[in-house]
């Protein structure tokens, strides 16, 4: 971080090698929502139309897995529905009996 003051305490990170890609889009979302009294950059996300891509793509993977799992529970739930309905029936015929 840049400011027309000296630095008074610092702090370091180390970031893995295989997410380094993101680390300028880290810094720049933390300045920006921070945003340091003495600071004159304000930051710009790069390539920002594909972090949309990627949490649109995120999004949707996960809405298509919802909804799997809904199936699955809907059919679930029919087939506990079925064997009820054929339990009561049995029933009902023995009950006549």
Same mark, same amino acid.
């Given at each position: ?8 305490? @610092? ?8 997410k380094v890609s993101f #680390?300028?889009?880290?810094e720049t979302t933390i300045?920006?929502? @921070?945003?340091?009294?003495?600071? =004159? *950059?304000?930051? !710009? ?9 990627? #949490?649109?793509? =995120?999004?949707?993977?996960? !809405? =298509? =897995?919802?909804?799997? *799992? ?7 739930? *029919? ?19």
């Amino acid at each position: 971080m840049q400011s027309k003051y000296k630095w008074d305490n @610092a702090s370091f990170f180390i970031i893995d090698k295989n997410k380094v890609s993101f #680390l300028r889009d880290l810094e720049t979302t933390i300045v920006r929502f @921070a945003k340091p009294k003495y600071n =004159k *950059q304000k930051g !710009r996300v790069r390539d920002e139309h594909y972090l949309k891509r990627f #949490l649109r793509n =995120k999004v949707k993977k996960n !809405r =298509k =897995k919802l909804q799997k *799992q809904e199936r699955e529970e809907d059919e679930k739930l *029919q087939g506990l529905k079925d064997t009820i309905e054929k339990i009561e029936k049995v029933l009902k015929q023995n009950s006549k009996k």
